[in-house]
């Protein structure tokens, strides 16, 4: 009782928020970590089992304990007073181990770090990381699934994410939920409850279980796509959209598992007279009383719980929407009953990797000699989840060649924009964009700039709202890339007081 009061129900105020912010990303609509729900169930029916063993062993407090609990509440600090959800998240890895060390001690914890680890797989990525990494793995999957199905004659041509079986009707498209990341950290949480909580304790065979994890599911991956392109090419493209999707799903799944556990019965055989060392128990200092520890940690806790939920800001909505529809010359084109239901399928990823819903994607001609596309996103104290433009446009499937900064003197004598050119891997067609990150009286298309604009506003509590345009055109037949580039100038140049006009 006195470990609780004094240790574990502090934290838990102190972290009430962020445990929240967790539980939303479990529930987020790609449902990456969708199996984090059943890791504290996991994680409690492991210390059940094991309950004659940990409580053989006394407990008492253990300062040591804040070696681990010391930085945690540190990072937790830093990321509360920033508003930077994910690295509040991320010391919980630090936290929850070393509570239990300084609660219970050195003694009554052995054996049982492995369950105090696993707490590591509670924690969602950040969503820059979480994004990055989906699109390298979807990327990759596509590319090695569609090879390997040509391989086996399934003659499918590849358009972006899209994947056509030759002279059949309809088309594959590989959605982001299938690129691979749900079933990696899946299967990593997998391996590391065989590897830690079941069979052999010998450390060679649990390194190689968790390493052989992420390649395995990654391989099943590219398989799965494989077989979906068969299917459409033997069945239809709609039975391999929907039975064979379901059974490939299943399949998949059944298939790593059972090689996980065939690769871990030859391990538990090859190393089974391994001799597991363990660190000798080393002898605590003086136990802190609980009355001090339990008064520290509390006034730690209310104001890191005040922190969180306190962020002086108020959250714009509908300013993206409020951009004009004519500008520079151009109309906007509405976009076909067909691409606007996709547009909504895809809005809550949209939404949750931009941070905001006070985004558009629009479409501009100035009557079929040119075309403007434009990404317009608001943010308040999100700023955080403005990412680099470069990131959304390799994700559109486009190889850039040129990544740096220009001048921009339409919107200052010192400004510069971002420039990227890009190549389709579709169509082979090169694009051009320009972009910028503004306030109501800064403009910059620096990213470096832009975070160290917001960073010390956001220490003080001071979030500052802002946008990022990015405009984007084509490089026409019989133009050179300045075509394009002045182009995208003269709409940006008149898009941005706009915007500006919209924040006051």
Not at 66 to 72: E, Q
Not at 277 to 286: D, L
Not at 300 to 311: D, S
Not at 343 to 363: C, I, M, Q, S, Y
């Amino acid at each position: 009782m006195r470990a609780l009061l004094a240790v574990f129900l502090p934290l838990l105020v102190a972290y009430g928020a962020t445990l929240q912010w967790c539980i939303d990303r479990w529930n987020a609509p790609t449902r990456y970590f969708e199996h984090c729900w059943l890791v504290p169930f996991i994680a409690l029916a492991v210390l059940w089992v094991n309950r004659a063993d940990w409580r053989a062993r006394a407990a008492r407090f253990d300062r040591t304990g804040f070696w681990l609990l010391g930085p945690a509440l540190a990072l937790h600090l830093v990321g509360a007073g920033l508003m930077i959800d994910s690295w509040s998240a991320a010391s919980l890895v630090l936290a929850v181990p070393g509570a239990a060390w300084l609660a219970l001690g050195r003694e009554r914890l052995r054996g049982q770090w492995p369950v105090l680890w696993f707490v590591l797989f509670l924690v969602p990525l950040p969503f820059y990381v979480e994004g990055r990494l989906a699109f390298h793995m979807k990327e990759f999957a596509v590319r090695a699934g569609s090879w390997l199905a040509n391989v086996a004659g399934a003659d499918m041509v590849r358009r972006g994410e899209v994947l056509q079986p030759e002279g059949l009707p309809g088309a594959l498209a590989v959605e982001d939920a299938c690129g691979g990341l749900r079933s990696l950290m899946a299967m990593l949480t997998v391996a590391y409850c065989l590897a830690f909580f079941m069979r052999s304790k010998a450390w060679p065979r649990r390194w190689l279980l968790m390493a052989v994890a992420a390649p395995l599911a990654i391989a099943a991956n590219v398989v799965r796509i494989a077989v979906l392109c068969l299917l459409a090419r033997w069945f239809g493209v709609g039975f391999a959209e929907g039975t064979g999707h379901t059974l490939a799903n299943i399949a998949a799944w059944i298939a790593e598992v059972l090689a996980l556990l065939a690769f871990d019965a030859w391990l538990v055989r090859r190393f089974a007279g391994a001799v597991v060392s363990s660190a000798p128990s080393t002898a605590a200092g003086p136990a802190p009383r609980a009355l001090s520890v339990g008064l520290g940690l509390w006034l730690a806790a209310l104001p890191l719980l005040a922190l969180c939920l306190y962020r002086p800001f108020v959250v714009g909505h509908g300013r993206a929407e409020k951009l004009p529809s004519t500008l520079a010359g151009y109309d906007l084109v509405p976009r076909t009953p067909e691409k606007e239901a996709k547009f909504r399928r895809d809005l809550p990823r949209w939404n949750e990797l931009l941070g905001t819903a006070d985004f558009v994607w629009r479409h501009y001609s100035d009557g079929g000699q040119s075309h403007i596309n434009l990404v317009a996103v608001f943010h308040d104290a999100n700023w955080k989840s403005v990412h680099p433009p470069r990131i959304c446009i390799e994700g559109s499937n486009m190889t850039i060649e040129e990544d740096g900064l220009v001048p921009a003197p339409g919107l200052g004598e010192d400004v510069v924009a971002g420039l990227i050119v890009a190549r389709s891997n579709w169509d082979e067609r090169r694009y051009v964009s320009l972009s910028v990150y503004g306030t109501r009286d800064w403009t910059s298309g620096d990213y470096t700039k832009f975070m160290w604009h917001h960073l010390p506003l956001a220490v003080l509590r001071q979030s500052e709202s802002g946008f990022l345009l990015r405009v984007e055109s084509q490089v026409e037949a019989r133009e050179t890339v300045g075509d394009a580039q002045a182009r995208c100038a003269k709409f940006l140049g008149e898009l941005v007081p706009l915007a500006r006009g919209i924040l006051r």
